[in-house]
């Protein structure tokens, strides 16, 4: 009896502890009006930690912020919404997707123009979502009104504001490490350009003009070192004009628009054409000519036009390599570009600079010949396989259906078979030299490629490729399932009589309800309507797991790939609970008669996720996501709640305890 009375206090207690119903990102409403226009701010300030979803996101993923607004008959919207700061952008592993999200604070402004000049109200609400690194929120609804052509220009309405945190420079411009990785790669990009026919020759010849120039030894080195510094200038002022004219307002479109993606990727093709030697990509003849006579002039105005002459002399091989590092820049952050093309013209730079200082290391420089042409090639298989990007962003984005996971994986195997067969001397483009013999490291570098294909042909089947998922459609494009296929066959055996383990079908008081739309991870099977699971645990005399989740929980995707796989985990589930998975975030209407009226906000609660987002609240204290619940078959609570915790174990010993508490 002590135990029992214990053993309730403990659970109460921990209830309490647990039941907390988190806020973390605040709002404010303000308007500025000036005659019959105005725009109206609705300001995010987001705590420590958290993230706020970007009101455009790819299908698939967690639910994107949104305004949404009770009337507009009376005004008309000027322009698009703008954000401030622009959303950083990664890759996310769980939901194999690009997302985009701010950090700290988020300012999102619309210009609106009035229809009449009489006092309006202009009400709604902002449906947003927010994460951490271990749990989600549903989405949660904060309304707004602003009250126009009332005398006053602007007014602040807050809704549990908070004092505004400073913004860190991660939140203004994305991750530095994705700014870092993009620096270094262009970095290499510009080493690669250096070994392409149109640049390598020119490196002596520039050298020579620098040392011949009869000037002092001295100040030939200081014409040299001003040289190079041009040519980081150039192409780092290229990326400044890209900066401003694709900076921040042009960001969702150019990331999400089927024009620019499916324009981008033609861009590829051209350049990887170019590269085979189709044809060349050239700049004028007059420009270079006027800029060649200017070098005449000598001095630095001499070295800066030699390091402009060079960039449009250069430009049939550079071009393609600068135009795929401002495609791939070009999404509405100003320092991107700007960085790209300044680690670019970085590398491009070094050796001339380098070579100029010390004429004595040109001795030591390999001779011009065939394989110059070999990487230009090299560079096109690889500007046309990283081209598919782009027209699969249109895809995903407008549901074309054109370029799903299977047909963007086969054509990047058959790319990268075909650049293996073209290192071995196999495939010959018009401007090849004869390939006499492999050379060591062709021969090193096609082994790379093929083995490369061969990683990605398990994909085929299924296989999430982890190590390149950023450049691939979603698994859910995947037509061919093959987890599902052993899921199906293994059901079939289990009906024969076969003996399958704990791959056993569980046993289904009634078809669960949403279960067209709505699936259990790994074959489990259960229920996604709170009543109809109670109902079916009676029944079978079993105990309850609820999993209080949501389409667009990272988390939740997380736990249920790392630890509800685990094998333990998989035969408890099955065998041992009747599983009710309650979706927080799900859009689905419900029928009037199911329709419920919060006692917590006294909102009307008409949907499928905001009837279960308000009984986890009202139940259990608790908003945020995931979140589990072992309950007896009379809905009474066994063990204290779980939270995320990716350590199986942790997980075998919370299931085990349940059941030992519901056979007491």
């Given at each position: 009896?002590?135990?029992?009375i214990?053993f309730?206090?403990?659970?109460?207690?921990s209830?309490?502890v647990?039941?907390?119903?988190l806020?973390?990102?605040?709002w404010?409403?303000?308007?500025n009006?000036?005659?019959?226009?105005?725009?109206?701010?609705?300001?995010?300030?987001?705590?420590e930690?958290w993230?706020?979803y970007d009101t455009s996101?790819p299908?698939?993923?967690?639910?994107p912020?949104?305004?949404?607004?009770?009337?507009?008959?009376?005004?008309?919207?000027?322009?698009?919404?703008?954000?401030?700061?622009?959303?950083?952008?990664?890759?996310?592993?769980?939901?194999?997707l690009?997302?985009?999200?701010?950090s700290?604070?988020?300012?999102?402004?619309?210009?609106?123009?009035?229809?009449?000049?009489?006092?309006?109200?202009?009400?709604?609400?902002?449906?947003?979502?927010?994460?951490?690194?271990?749990?989600?929120?549903?989405p949660?609804?904060?309304d707004?009104s602003?009250?126009?052509?009332?005398?006053?220009?602007?007014?602040?309405?807050?809704?549990?504001?908070?004092?505004?945190?400073?913004?860190?420079?991660?939140?203004?411009?994305?991750?530095?490490?994705?700014?870092?990785?993009f620096?270094?790669?262009?970095?290499?990009?510009?080493?690669?350009?250096?070994?392409?026919?149109?640049v390598?020759?020119?490196?002596?010849?520039?050298?020579?003009?620098?040392?011949h120039?009869?000037?002092?030894?001295?100040?030939?080195?200081?014409?040299?070192?001003?040289?190079?510094?041009?040519?980081?200038?150039?192409?780092?002022?290229v990326g400044?004009?890209?900066?401003?004219?694709f900076g921040p307002?042009?960001?969702?479109?150019?990331?999400t628009?089927?024009l620019?993606?499916?324009l981008?990727?033609?861009?590829?093709?051209?350049?990887?054409?170019s590269?085979?030697?189709?044809?060349?990509i050239?700049?004028?003849s007059?420009l270079?000519n006027?800029?060649?006579?200017?070098?005449?002039?000598?001095?630095?105005?001499?070295?800066f036009?030699?390091?402009?002459?060079?960039?449009?002399?250069?430009?049939?091989?550079?071009?393609?390599?600068?135009?795929a590092?401002?495609v791939?820049?070009?999404?509405?952050?100003?320092?991107?570009?700007?960085?790209?093309?300044?680690g670019?013209?970085?590398?491009?730079?070094?050796?001339?600079?380098?070579?100029?200082l010390f004429?004595?290391?040109?001795?030591n420089?390999?001779?011009?010949?065939?394989?110059?042409n070999?990487?230009?090639?090299?560079?096109?298989?690889?500007?046309?396989a990283?081209?598919?990007?782009?027209?699969?962003?249109?895809?995903?984005?407008?549901h074309?259906g054109?370029?799903?996971?299977?047909v963007?994986?086969?054509?990047?195997i058959?790319?990268?078979?075909?650049?293996?067969?073209?290192?071995?001397?196999?495939l010959?483009?018009?401007?090849?030299?004869?390939?006499?013999?492999?050379?060591?490291?062709?021969?090193?570098?096609?082994?790379?490629t093929?083995?490369f294909?061969?990683?990605?042909i398990?994909?085929?089947f299924?296989?999430?490729?982890?190590?390149?998922?950023?450049?691939?459609?979603?698994?859910?494009?995947h037509?061919?399932?093959?987890?599902?296929?052993?899921?199906?066959?293994?059901?079939?055996?289990?009906?024969?009589?076969?003996?399958i383990?704990?791959?056993?079908?569980?046993?289904?008081?009634?078809?669960?309800?949403?279960?067209?739309?709505?699936?259990?991870?790994?074959?489990?099977?259960?229920?996604?309507?709170?009543?109809?699971?109670l109902?079916c645990?009676?029944?079978?005399?079993?105990?309850?797991?609820?999993?209080?989740?949501?389409h667009?929980?990272?988390?939740?995707?997380?736990?249920e790939?790392?630890?509800?796989?685990?094998?333990?985990?998989?035969?408890?589930?099955?065998?041992?609970?009747?599983?009710?998975?309650?979706y927080?975030?799900?859009?689905?209407?419900?029928?009037?008669?199911?329709?419920?009226?919060?006692s917590?906000?006294?909102?009307?609660?008409?949907?499928?996720?905001?009837?279960?987002?308000?009984?986890?609240?009202?139940?259990?204290?608790?908003?945020?996501?995931?979140?589990?619940?072992?309950?007896?078959?009379?809905?009474?609570?066994?063990?204290?709640?779980?939270a995320?915790?990716?350590?199986?174990?942790?997980?075998?010993d919370?299931?085990?305890?349940?059941k030992?508490q519901?056979e007491?």
């Open positions: 009896m002590r135990k029992n214990l309730a206090l403990l659970i109460l207690f209830v309490q647990y039941s907390q119903i806020e973390p990102v605040k404010t409403f303000d308007f009006q000036d005659g019959g226009k105005a725009v109206l701010q609705f300001h995010a300030t987001i705590e930690g993230h706020l996101l299908d698939g993923g967690p639910i912020t949104s305004i949404n607004y009770s009337d507009t008959t009376q005004f008309e919207f000027i322009g698009e919404l703008k954000k401030e700061p622009q959303p950083t952008e990664e890759f996310d592993k769980t939901f194999q690009d997302l985009r999200f701010f700290h604070e988020a300012t999102f402004s619309q210009e609106v123009k009035l229809k009449t000049d009489q006092p309006i109200e202009i009400d709604g609400f902002v449906e947003f979502m927010c994460c951490n690194d271990e749990t989600c929120l549903p949660t609804e904060a707004f602003f009250k126009l052509n009332s005398g006053k220009t602007s007014s602040v309405e807050s809704i549990n504001t908070v004092e505004p945190k400073l913004m860190t420079d991660k939140g203004k411009e994305g991750s530095m490490d994705t700014l870092w990785l620096l270094f790669f262009s970095f290499l990009a510009g080493l690669a350009a250096i070994l392409t026919p149109c390598f020759p020119m490196i002596p010849m520039t050298v020579s003009f620098f040392m120039s009869g000037e002092s030894k001295l100040k030939s080195r200081l014409h040299a070192a001003f040289y190079g510094f041009s040519i980081i200038a150039i192409y780092t002022i400044t004009l890209v900066a401003v004219l307002d042009a960001a969702n479109w150019l990331s628009h089927w620019p993606n499916t981008f990727f033609i861009i590829f093709v051209v350049f990887a054409f590269f085979f030697g189709m044809f060349e050239v700049l004028p007059w270079v006027k800029s060649d006579k200017q070098v005449d002039k000598g001095g630095f105005l001499g070295s036009f030699m390091a402009l002459t060079l960039v449009l002399v250069s430009f049939s091989c550079t071009g393609p390599i600068v135009g590092i401002l791939e820049s070009a999404g509405g952050q100003v320092l991107k570009p700007i960085i790209g093309m300044f670019f013209s970085l590398a491009f730079a070094l050796p001339f600079t380098l070579f100029a004429p004595g290391w040109l001795s420089l390999p001779k011009s010949g065939g394989w110059l070999s990487v230009k090639v090299v560079l096109g298989f690889l500007e046309l990283l081209g598919l990007k782009f027209l699969s962003i249109a895809d995903q984005t407008y074309w054109i370029l799903d996971r299977e963007y994986l086969a054509l990047w058959v790319i990268f078979i075909l650049l293996g067969f073209y290192l071995l001397g196999k010959k483009f018009s401007h090849d030299s004869d390939v006499k013999f492999v050379s060591v490291p062709r021969l090193m570098l096609s082994i790379l093929f083995a294909v061969v990683y990605l398990p994909g085929m299924g296989a999430p490729l982890k190590a390149i998922a950023g450049y691939l459609p979603p698994q859910t494009t037509d061919f399932d093959l987890h599902k296929i052993i899921r199906d066959e293994v059901k079939l055996v289990s009906s024969t009589g076969g003996t383990g704990f791959y056993e079908e569980n046993t289904q008081c009634e078809e669960p309800k949403f279960s067209e739309f709505l699936h259990l991870p790994h074959g489990l099977e259960g229920y996604f309507d709170y009543e109809q699971g109902a645990a009676k029944a079978l005399n079993k105990p309850i797991f609820i999993d209080f989740t949501g667009g929980c990272v988390n939740c995707r997380e736990m790939a790392n630890v509800w796989s685990d094998p333990r985990v998989l035969e408890r589930l099955k065998n041992d609970f009747v599983i009710i998975a309650l927080v975030d799900d859009k689905t209407k419900l029928p009037e008669s199911e329709w419920i009226t919060s917590y906000d006294g909102k009307l609660k008409k949907t499928l996720g905001k009837k279960y987002a308000d009984f986890q609240i009202t139940r259990f204290g608790v908003n945020a996501q995931p979140y589990y619940v072992l309950l007896d078959n009379n809905g009474e609570l066994l063990v204290e709640p779980k995320y915790d990716l350590n199986p174990d942790n997980f075998v919370f299931l085990d305890e349940g030992k519901f007491r």
